[in-house]
């Protein structure tokens, strides 16, 4: 992947992630800045949808407690046996109810522990910060690809989720996708260590976290989408440059940076590559390499 780099177990960044990632081992987060108003539209659809569940539940408890009570009282001699079919239609219910408790109530648990209660704790901001974790059936179904398949797979969920487009036009849990889903809890203390001054909110910005080696890693994708610091990578990479004598490249660089009119080119540039290639550098090693410098750089201030 990209850009991993290493974060400090001590970091309290590093030790919220260890706390919550007890059945997965990786996080995307990123900064949700969307409307108030548009937080609270999307929270309203899960909101009523549970709230029907939920309804469904009790209606079903409060018709089926007569029902079962008279037929336990009649297992125990009540002068008045219920029909045969009276126990049929029991059972059939009794089926029903427990369907619709394995079915439903997991659901409405989840929400109601989850995302109500973290409305009902934290509100709505104007800044919020959003975790998203692997898991569900998605993710189980990836476990039994043989293992280039399972590589392919879940880059291309990953990708998905980290699409630009998915994450600046949803807000809330309009951004899960695949098995990447909300976590709550997660943001929860994410939010009690931004109160304390523990971690930057820029901390969580779009990034995707993994532990491996015993340890966390952070890819910063943001970085890619952050001019100023694109500026300091091409700041990096000419002065390896200049060191290696290579000054005919840095001024046809230059040149083509001035001409263009967008943002300085990347390493997606092929016509800075076939610069570098020309002057003999290889252009998206050296670019990786200082973008590696330059992230770890400001990560360990941000962590």
Do not use: C
């Not at 898991?135 to 998905?160: M, T, V």
């Not at 002065?239 to 000054?247: A, N, P, Y």
């Amino acid at each position: 992947m990209e850009t991993l780099i290493p974060v400090p177990k001590e970091r309290p960044a590093a030790k919220i992630l260890d706390y919550r990632a007890t059945n997965h081992d990786s996080f995307i987060t990123h900064i949700d800045r969307s409307p108030v108003h548009a937080k609270i539209m999307a929270f309203q659809k899960p909101f009523w949808f549970n709230m029907i569940l939920g309804g469904l539940l009790i209606w079903r408890a409060v018709r089926s407690t007569s029902r079962y009570s008279s037929m336990v009282f009649a297992l125990y001699g009540e002068p008045i046996k219920p029909s045969l079919m009276s126990w049929i239609w029991t059972i059939i219910n009794l089926i029903i109810d427990l369907f619709l408790g394995i079915l439903i109530w997991p659901h409405v648990h989840v929400f109601i522990t989850g995302h109500l209660w973290h409305r009902l704790r934290w509100g709505f901001r104007e800044t919020e910060i959003v975790f998203r974790k692997p898991i569900g059936w998605r993710r189980l179904l990836l476990k039994d690809l043989p293992p280039e398949e399972f590589q392919r797979r879940y880059a291309q969920n990953l990708y998905r989720a980290i699409d630009p487009k998915l994450i600046f036009e949803n807000t809330g849990y309009l951004t899960k996708s695949d098995q990447w889903v909300l976590d709550y809890d997660v943001a929860g203390d994410a939010y009690s260590s931004m109160a304390v001054g523990e971690v930057d909110i820029k901390t969580w910005d779009l990034s995707v976290w993994v532990r491996m080696g015993g340890g966390w890693h952070v890819w910063e994708i943001w970085r890619l989408h952050d001019k100023q610091f694109v500026e300091v990578v091409i700041g990096i990479v000419t002065e390896k440059l200049r060191s290696m004598g290579k000054e005919d490249i840095i001024q046809q660089w230059e040149s083509v940076m001035e001409a263009s009119e967008a943002s300085p080119p990347t390493q997606l540039s092929t016509v800075v590559a076939d610069i570098f290639h020309r002057g003999g550098v290889n252009f998206a090693e050296m670019w990786a390499d200082a973008t590696k410098e330059a992230t770890t750089t400001a990560t360990s201030k941000l962590i």
